[in-house]
């Protein structure tokens, strides 16, 4: 029986000698991870900071008066596009500086954007708060009017490349909707989601004898962004509404003459069993379009 617990007595020393080197060495790891967590957070703080002085030095010699506004001519290079369209511009050095941290080139305010028929002479005019001129276009002396041509982008361009970031327009010509039309897309640089552009999309045409510009503002054209998908085929566009590890949320829109009709979501989501995809279809009803589950299924 002594035997017996002095062997009892010599395990448990052992395993109290193993548990106590393991909680020495978990100890010097976590020790050695905070510091270099700590490190890591340094650097970036100095980072930040050097990031912060520079912008904040570039734009010391902030060239522009308050309240003071520039004439900007935009050249239209489509043939399709008759009208002519001038702006006015109100640099904003508050509105330029978040632009400048993640190094696009140029500068921020609002503007008005007149857009005239030069055949009838109707115009009609569009207010915006993000209109950004490239800092190329910058250049010239302030007397002199801005020159910024409308590149014809092959369709469709707002889901364009990856350099889309340092995009040098503030402004698109584009059938977005299939319909055949033009119609003026405004370039809110990196107000969308993640830091991507977000569009303001407007018909330009005439109603009676009177040119209108009306912004469209159902979806999938509002908050309508770099992160949505086109496929001219299908004549469809997807939103991407939201995203996260197991959160994101799709929904898919058919276009005909230029009216969106909602016809799939795909939404992930978690339950108590882990992370499913959820695929809905829309069908028609005697109330209307009813959305119905189709399928679910296990994300792995």
């Given at each position: 029986?002594?035997?017996?617990?002095?062997?009892?007595?010599?395990?448990?020393?052992?395993?109290?000698?193993?548990?106590?080197?393991?909680?020495?060495?978990?100890?010097?790891?976590?020790?050695?991870?905070?510091?270099?967590?700590?490190?890591?957070?340094?650097?970036?703080?100095?980072?930040?900071?050097?990031?912060?002085?520079?912008i904040d030095?570039?734009?010391?010699?902030?060239?522009?008066?308050?309240?003071?506004?520039?004439?900007?001519?935009?050249?239209?290079?489509?043939?399709?596009?008759?009208?002519?369209?001038?702006?006015?511009?109100?640099?904003?050095?508050?509105?330029?500086?978040?632009?400048?941290?993640?190094?696009?080139?140029?500068?921020?305010?609002?503007?008005?954007?007149?857009?005239?028929?030069?055949?009838?002479?109707?115009?009609?005019?569009?207010?915006?708060?993000?209109?950004?001129?490239?800092?190329?276009?910058?250049?010239?002396?302030?007397?002199?009017?801005?020159?910024?041509?409308?590149?014809?982008?092959?369709?469709?361009?707002?889901?364009?490349?990856?350099?889309?970031?340092?995009?040098?327009?503030p402004l698109?010509?584009?059938?977005?909707?299939?319909?055949?039309?033009?119609?003026?897309?405004?370039?809110?640089?990196?107000?969308?989601?993640?830091?991507?552009?977000?569009?303001?999309?407007?018909?330009?045409?005439?109603?009676?004898?009177?040119?209108?510009?009306?912004?469209?503002?159902?979806?999938?054209?509002?908050?309508?962004?770099?992160?949505?998908?086109?496929?001219?085929?299908?004549?469809?566009?997807?939103?991407?509404?939201?995203?996260?590890?197991?959160?994101?949320?799709?929904e898919t829109?058919?276009?005909?003459?230029?009216?969106?009709?909602?016809?799939?979501?795909?939404?992930?989501?978690?339950?108590?069993?882990?992370?499913?995809?959820?695929?809905?279809?829309?069908?028609?009803?005697?109330?209307?379009?009813?959305?119905?589950?189709?399928?679910?299924?296990?994300?792995?």
């Amino acid at each position: 029986m002594k035997s017996f617990l002095k062997t009892v007595r010599g395990l448990i020393h052992k395993l109290a000698l193993v548990f106590g080197y393991i909680i020495i060495v978990a100890a010097i790891y976590g020790i050695l991870l905070a510091a270099l967590n700590a490190v890591a957070e340094m650097n970036k703080t100095k980072d930040n900071k050097k990031s912060i002085v520079k912008i904040d030095n570039e734009l010391v010699q902030w060239p522009y008066e308050p309240n003071e506004s520039l004439d900007i001519n935009i050249a239209p290079a489509n043939e399709q596009w008759p009208y002519e369209i001038s702006v006015q511009w109100w640099p904003e050095r508050e509105k330029s500086r978040p632009y400048e941290g993640v190094n696009i080139p140029g500068v921020v305010g609002r503007a008005t954007i007149l857009i005239s028929d030069p055949v009838s002479g109707s115009s009609s005019t569009i207010t915006t708060q993000y209109f950004h001129v490239p800092s190329k276009s910058l250049t010239p002396p302030k007397s002199m009017l801005l020159e910024i041509a409308l590149s014809d982008f092959p369709h469709p361009s707002l889901k364009a490349s990856e350099d889309n970031i340092s995009w040098g327009t503030p402004l698109l010509l584009e059938d977005v909707d299939f319909d055949g039309d033009l119609e003026l897309v405004i370039i809110n640089h990196g107000k969308g989601q993640r830091g991507t552009h977000d569009f303001e999309v407007f018909d330009i045409g005439f109603v009676g004898n009177k040119l209108m510009a009306a912004i469209k503002n159902k979806p999938p054209f509002k908050a309508m962004n770099l992160l949505d998908t086109f496929d001219i085929e299908k004549k469809t566009i997807t939103s991407y509404l939201s995203g996260g590890a197991c959160s994101s949320s799709w929904e898919t829109y058919s276009m005909s003459k230029g009216t969106s009709t909602p016809v799939q979501v795909i939404d992930y989501d978690y339950d108590d069993s882990g992370c499913f995809k959820y695929t809905y279809i829309y069908e028609k009803t005697d109330l209307g379009l009813s959305k119905v589950l189709l399928k679910k299924e296990l994300v792995e």
